[in-house]
């Protein structure tokens, strides 16, 4: 028999109770982990409790699982015990407890819920916490649990007691935890199982996790300890490889703390507890294979997405060289398509909308090339930021993605960096973009004249059709020149975002991905433009359109008309109709039926062409001008936000009045009432509310007709009817349109008061899809200046704060020591140089008041 000297923390005491625990002793191998090459070590001796008897759960109760164990430190040694794991880990003990060694204040019989340790319940169901002896003599039976098969039971939640007990998070069920883990090192291989309904809630959490959740970072590196001295190198991996993936970390935040423990330990900032699994040799920080599984992030992302800029910095530049994180490792693609994948760190901040991470990133990456007195020059590397690089992860692509937070878009402003981020875009825009621009806008302009010319012409005469075929064709090769443009460029958008190796985009995110580019860029209103153009030139092309100039003018044709309506020498009916102008000199028009429908498929298609063309052509001729695309914008945005909204508010109040006002006018069948004409068929009641509603025209209600001649009760229905009618000019024209109004006003407003970052947002989008095309063209994208290493970088200034003096002059000396942050207002801003003017006038009365005082004295 072993003996275990056991050392509890009492509360307010500072005192230790040796407790003795007869156990048996088990012979289990284990194999040094530190060195691969070394031979097997001597078997470890490790304390199991004998387990006398475990008997099946009672019938009806599948949940409640029965033992009895030997605990020599106890009175009485032999113990029987229940774990109800139906709910949480409750422990179930019939007989008091006492320790043999101190056997004054004996532990009742009761029952203890491991969650809430070591708070534990007596028999009559009061609650107690226990203390002193009671407490040691509670921990000697749950080292004993711990040493028995019920230690393997989860809960309903999947935990096993191990986790319950780590999770209360106490001080005493901390030292209980270390307890039993150096009882049995092997609970540390117990992850959380499947949630008891089937599914997976904490599945992967280890003990480790949760260790690093609760800031336990002592009972972490001891568990590291005790992993590497009593575990198997094959057992010690598994365990810093698993990964919390259960449903609970699919959500924020917890999916962002990186899955496995060591990105548990470095989000939660245990950089003693990370360093002592990094000093194991089993993980690495560049190890792809030690990715979040749900969102593909490497330690060093969590990190950044967590925004921990001093662990950031711990991690590349203040480990030894050989454990550093690598800059260049890119974010993977986990189970959750987040589209954050193939990023940098940098990038993933930006992508995240964490603008204080951003600029601490790409501090590191700024180097000073001179100083001058209050002036440095400095130099940004712009990888990770310029969009020529590869991949569509850079942050300049970030801030155009349809998907952007607004923090993300917030880049552009001045805000950031002093305007650094647009200003790439706007040397983009001078080097190629407006290039590229003017050049589609001319071809555009080109295809949308073409279409309204052959539409005005056809509308004009129809017989003109063959004469019009030869620029039906040339739109067709336009068409099909400026589609190929499209589709190579949604291809270029593919590629470029697509990824490779373990961050590739599946098929079908990348899908989605793709629909989402064509949509911010009003690709398919464009396509769809050209679908309907192409077939009006097939119509054009193919059908002979039917010519009526003869037919109407043809004065056979208009004295048989005038008779009554013959057949046409044409072979079309034709009725005369005469429209007069203000000098009465309009020539007298004539309506023809068509005897075939190419006409009136064409009529339908050019619509359909225009009235998507035009649209395009206007938001992409708006796009460079910020006061003409604000406009633009507020118009999508009012359409996207509230006219859906209301027209479905509208529609039901619509037909809830259509029908009770139709039903309740008092005629029906034959019947017909002269009062209300509008309202005796069902179609012309729904065209006069319509019309009432959207151009305040009401029907004409005639009062003067003979009531005589309606029954009393028609005449009853009448008088309501004027009232719901009454009721509906009042909602429709005063409260629905209004509110109309009021939804419009205040969306452009909003639109206009961040018309600013709307604009360049809009602005950026243009520019990146251009890019695509340039990079296709053999063009340099690059901006900046090309470095002798091949990078580009920016260079640019920053002035140092200058302090003023009592006498008026600036002292740069000590100003700003040692600042590296080129990212700063040159002179502090606006409030900076108030406070400077402040504080030199407050020095300046103190020094009067001064010598005022030395003077009077």
Known sequence: ?????????????????????????????????????????????????????????????????????????????SVAVKLDV???????????????????NPLPAGSCNFYIFPAFKDESGESHVAEGQQLDALKALMV??????????????GAYPIHAITVANTEEAINMSEMMYTANPRLLLQVHAMHRAGFPLFTGESSLHICAVNQREDLFIKLIELMMTRLSKEEANTLLRSQAVGVFFDDMPMREYGGNPLAYALCFDLRRAARAMLDTGLVSLNDRTYSCEITGFMPLHAVTANGLTDTYDWLTTELPEGLRADLAQRTGVGRQKLNSH???????????????????ILQKQTSILWIWGPVTQHSINLAGIDSAGEGGGDIMELVAR???????????????????????????????????????????????LMLLALALVLKQDPGLGPSLRPMCVAMLVLMAFLSFLEVHVTFLYYRNNQGEGDSRVPMNEMRKQVLHFCRLHWVRVLMWAYVFTAISCFIVLAAPLEDHHDAVYNSTARRSLRAGGVVTSAGVAATTLFSGGSLMHVPEMVYVGDEKDETGVLWLFLFAAIFLMMPYFVYKLFTPYEKLNIFMLSVVKMLQRDLMVFLLLFGFFMIDFYFALYVLYPRAGLVYMPQVTTFNTWYTALRSLFELAFTGSPSAINLDTDFTLLSTAQQVDFCIWLVVYLFFIILSLILLLNLLIAMLSFTFEAVRAESTLQCRTSFSQCLMRLELQAVALGINVNVGEK???????????????????????????????????????????????????????EAKIDQILANNVSAIS
């Open 402 to 448: 349809l998907d952007a937070k607004r923090e993300t878009t917030e880049l552009v402003l001045d805000s950031f960096m002093t305007g650094f981020i647009y200003q790439l875009f706007q040397l983009k825009w001078k080097k190629y973009g407006a290039k590229l621009y003017y050049s589609r806008m001319i071809a555009d302009s080109f295809m949308l």
């Open 342 to 360: 193939d990023l940098l760190a940098v990038q993933l901040a930006a992508k995240l909308g964490d603008q204080r991470t951003v600029k601490h």
């Open 144 to 157: 004993a649990v711990g040493l028995s098969e019920l230690a393997n039971e989860p809960d309903q939640v």
């Open 86 to 104: 139906e709910g949480q880990h409750t422990l179930h003990w019939s007989l008091p407890l006492t320790l043999k060694a101190h056997p004054g």
């Open 1 to 77: 028999m072993a003996q275990v000297r056991v050392s509890p923390n009492m509360a307010g005491k500072q005192q230790q109770a040796e407790v003795d625990v007869e156990t048996a002793v088990e012979e289990l191998p284990t194999q040094e982990v530190k060195d691969d090459t070394a031979a097997r070590p001597a078997p470890v001796k490790s304390m199991r409790t004998m387990t006398l008897r475990k008997n099946a759960p009672p019938p009806g109760n599948p949940h409640l699982h029965e033992a009895t164990v030997e605990v020599a430190g106890l009175e009485p040694s």
């Open 787 to 841: 470095k002798p290493d091949g990078t580009y970088a920016y260079d640019f200034r920053s002035l140092k704060k200058l302090k003023s003096t009592l006498d008026g002059a600036y002292d740069i000396s000590g100003a700003d020591e040692g600042s590296n942050d080129p990212f700063a207002i040159p002179d502090g801003g606006p409030i900076a140089r108030i406070e400077t003017k402040v504080f030199a006038l």
